[in-house]
Structure formats: structure tokens, C-alpha cells
């Protein structure tokens, strides 16, 4: 089905809710709006997403075919791609805006200088060294490169982000499979751990604090079960190489910090562009700060659009007409 009105309101307040109605109307609705628009570009790209009824359900990606499909289409237009090669200064002008960037390709043990009239900070988020999955080699440069050229960071306050993971293979940090869990203590006492069916975010933290904590996806229906098995695969991979049935046996849990990469904290957006306090420097993704999008809230918090037939909605630019 094409985007309604009615499809757009649900989503936007929902989003301004697990906000705790501390974002900011006018940003979930752009993200929103950028959201409808680009995934069907995505698709012609070469992405494949899964199909009900002839029709693409744009609801998760798988992350490395995503990315595969991303870095293909860069090339094809021309984009040089230095792989390898992190960044380790910003390059400032004399008018003290971002003129490119310095750092060394590690392969070939040698400097680069790369001079732009812009530069945007995608660095993500930074949990290092918490063992978190792809973050004990994200030290967060991105950040202090931002801060030493001029740019503030905001809501770091809101950085102190834990995430569920198996403790038997504490790195995985996806917490949608949990949201079908059974909670019980270590002789097997139900822990409860949900607010008017929703997982409460205040459960896990507190259980912990008194003793072991088990879960059992047992919630989980079967047409659930085909969903989050191929939108969160690799949330599953634990249990296959140990194997465990997820859905049948009890596993110990723990929380693993995940700094920035859900928590809301990174460099200060002062415009509709994403641009910092420094002429010519942006800043995206787990990079930026996200406080206008999530409150105070994770903005990983998952929402669903839905399924929707976007080519019809492709070309324009205008919210969906409420008439």
C-alpha cells in the first residue's frame, strides 16, 4: 500500500514518543519523508528486499549486502574509495572553515592529504573497547577530530546506552529478539519484565543487579519467528554455533555498553544540512548528535512503516495530503 496520511501519523508520533516527547516534530517527519523517498532507490541500486505478495517489505536491511550494494554503486559513479586509511586530523583554512582532511593509509605505510571545501564526519558511534560487536576498534576520533577543529559535542549525558546481549557470547547487541523473551531468575522463577506488553527498558538493569538472568524467546510466535530470524540474523548466529535452540532452552543475558552507537550523543547539528558550528564540517549518522530525532530515547528504538508501494511516491518532495 502506498503511504497514507494516516500510516505517516502513526509512525511520526510513535517516534515522538519513545522520545519521551523531547524531539522534535519537524525531524522525525524529514527523516521519515527521506526514508520513503530513498529506499526504493536503494532497491534499483541491486538491494533485494524480501517480497510478500509481489510487493517489497522495506522494513530492515541485511547490513553487509546493504553496504556491499552501496560501495558498488559509489564506484560505478566515479567515487575514489580509500580503503584502510583512517582519517586523524581535519585540515582548517584560514578563515578557520574545514578545508579536507590528513591520515595515513595503514597497507601502505604512508600519509594521504585530502583537500575538500567540505568534509563530513560518518564516523559512527563509539563504544571502545566495551566488546561490543564492531566497537572495540571505534576509538571515537571522529569526535575529538570535530572538537578540535571548533566543533561542540551535545547529549553525551545520553550516551551511556546498554544494550541486551547472550552473556555466553556477549558481543551481538541485538535486543528485537528479546522483545519475545521470557525472563527467569537462576531457579527458573518467572521475572516478569513487561509493561502493558512492551519490554521494559528499567527491567533488565534492575534483575541484573540482584542475580542472574535467563531468557527463552518462547513469546515468539511462528510468524514472528520468520521475520526477526531473517531481518536479525546475526542475533542468531550465537545460538547456532553454540547449539542452542533459542526458542526451547534458557540463556544467560547481560548488558553491554554501547556509548553512542544507541545512545543519543555525538557532534552538535545546528542546521537543516546537518552542519556544525564549523563552516564546512557535517556530521552523520551515530557521528551526530540525534537529540532532535530521539529525546533522550535510544534512536536505534525500533519503528515499523510498514510495507508500502513507493514508486507511486517516488517524485515527490510534499508530506503525503491529509484530504
Request: aromatic share 8%; with cysteine; charged share 20%.
Amino acid at each position: 500500500m502506498a503511504p497514507s496520511p494516516e500510516n505517516w501519523n502513526k509512525v511520526s508520533s510513535e517516534r515522538y514518543r519513545l522520545g519521551k516527547n523531547l524531539a522534535n516534530s519537524r525531524w522525525i517527519e524529514r527523516v521519515i519523508e527521506k526514508t520513503w523517498l530513498s529506499l526504493p532507490l536503494v532497491e534499483n541500486w541491486g538491494y533485494r528486499f524480501p517480497k510478500e505478495n509481489g510487493e517489497s517489505v522495506r522494513q530492515s536491511y541485511y547490513g553487509p549486502e546493504y553496504m556491499r550494494v552501496l560501495r558498488k554503486n559509489l564506484l560505478r559513479v566515479g567515487v575514489q574509495i580509500l580503503d584502510q586509511s583512517p582519517a586523524l586530523e581535519l585540515l582548517l583554512a584560514n578563515d578557520g572553515s574545514v578545508a579536507g582532511a590528513r591520515g595515513v593509509q595503514r597497507q601502505n605505510h604512508r600519509t594521504y592529504v585530502v583537500r575538500a571545501s567540505a568534509v563530513v564526519l560518518a564516523n559512527g558511534g563509539c563504544a571502545f573497547l566495551s566488546k561490543a560487536l564492531g566497537c572495540n576498534t571505534n576509538t571515537g576520533d571522529g569526535l575529538l577530530m570535530a572538537v578540535e577543529a571548533g566543533a561542540e559535542l551535545s547529549s553525551m549525558e545520553a550516551s551511556n546506552h546498554y544494550a541486551i546481549s547472550t552473556a555466553f557470547n556477549a558481543t551481538v547487541t541485538r535486543g528485537v529478539p528479546f522483545g519475545w523473551a521470557s525472563y527467569t531468575d537462576e531457579a527458573g522463577n518467572d521475572l516478569g519484565g513487561y509493561i502493558n506488553g512492551r519490554r521494559d527498558p528499567s527491567f533488565l538493569p534492575n534483575a541484573l543487579l540482584k542475580g542472574a538472568v535467563y531468557a527463552r524467546l518462547d513469546r515468539a510466535t511462528p510468524e514472528v519467528k520468520a521475520v526477526i530470524e531473517k531481518s536479525h540474523f546475526i542475533a542468531f548466529l550465537p545460538y547456532k554455533k553454540a547449539g542452542i535452540d533459542p526458542y526451547a532452552e534458557r540463556v544467560p543475558v547481560t548488558l553491554i555498553l554501547e556509548g553512542t552507537v544507541r545512545g543519543t550523543g555525538g557532534i552538535r547539528i545546528i542546521n537543516d544540512s546537518c552542519g556544525t558550528k564549523v563552516p564546512g564540517l557535517y556530521a552523520a549518522g551515530d557521528a551526530a548528535s540525534r537529540e532532535f530525532l530521539s529525546g533522550l530515547a535510544s534512536p536505534c528504538a525500533t519503528i515499523r512503516v510498514g510495507s508500502y508501494n513507493f514508486e507511486s511516491y517516488r517524485t515527490s518532495l510534499q508530506r503525503p495530503n491529509s484530504k
